[in-house]
């Protein structure tokens, strides 16, 4: 066993080139071609720095907004307590 010429894993079988992951990418590239496997990786899985700072100031937003309703939640329990009663 030696390196799959892609990926650099130990899974590539004796007479193979590529592993059978990469084997899998390989026959993606030649059904749909290279041009457009690799303009459908950087359309997903690469983020512009737009893009990551859109993230990041959705996830805090998302984040923002949990903690307020924890703490409502919180001071309602409080009222709750002090009174004996619910609201």
Do not use: P
Not at 25 to 53: A, G, H, P
Not at 55 to 68: A, F, P, Q, Y
Request: with cysteine; proline share 0%; net charge positive.
């Amino acid at each position: 066993m030696t390196l799959c010429y892609l990926c650099q894993a130990n899974d590539k079988a004796y007479f193979h080139y590529y592993c059978e992951k990469c084997s899998k990418i390989k026959r993606l590239i030649s059904l749909y071609s290279l041009d457009r496997v690799y303009d459908i990786l950087e359309t997903v899985l690469v983020r512009t720095r737009q893009q990551q700072n859109y993230k990041m100031s959705n996830e805090l937003e998302v984040e923002k907004n949990l903690i307020t309703t924890k703490i409502n939640e919180n001071k309602l329990e409080d009222k709750i307590l002090r009174n004996g009663k619910k609201c």
